[in-house]
């Protein structure tokens, strides 16, 4: 079941996001921050929106968007991640389906989902691609060095 994020889903948020190993500590905190203003204050000032996937109470994934600033109506896809023990299970892919329903509700016509072009990420860049979203750009050595941004997009609407 997918549901809105409360402040209950943090510890286990953060636990999924520290023990997926894709993550550094910069990118851990990164979530970290983007949480604690979701849930200072909420979705609509915080441009913030986090969706969890439970099984039997349990959260196995996450997922959190919000608009691009300066534009009428393009999303960031900016985390989705599901539980190591949970992949091959459809978490991602229902995860997917209903940010972009989300999205696609808040009147958003446009979802960005950036990601590393590290060989790590492929599984990644394959996830994206298997949802017909669109490579659009890569930028080199944006992340550093040898680690370049691959931007995908899916019109909404």
């Known amino acids: 079941m997918i549901v809105k994020a409360t402040a209950e889903d943090g510890n286990a948020i953060r636990g999924i996001t520290s023990t997926s190993g894709f993550f550094s500590e910069g990118e851990i905190a990164t979530v970290d921050e983007l949480w604690d203003e979701y849930i200072l204050h909420g979705s609509q000032t915080s441009g913030y929106y986090f969706i969890v996937y439970k099984d039997a109470g349990t959260v196995q994934g ?5 608009p691009h600033p300066l534009t009428e109506s393009t999303y960031d896809l900016y985390w989705i991640v599901t539980d190591k023990n949970a992949k091959g299970r459809g978490v991602g892919k ?3 389906a209903q940010a972009e329903k989300g999205v696609a509700a808040l009147g958003g016509t446009l979802l960005i989902a950036e990601t590393s072009g ?4 492929l599984p990644t860049r394959g996830f994206y691609e298997s949802l017909s979203y669109l490579k659009e750009a890569v930028i080199r050595n944006f992340y550093a060095p040898g680690d370049d941004m691959v931007m995908y997009t899916k019109k909404l609407k």
Do not use: N, P
């Open 62 to 66: 996450f997922a959190c968007y919000g």
């Open 94 to 96: 229902a995860l997917m």
């Open 118 to 121: 590290k060989e790590l990420y």
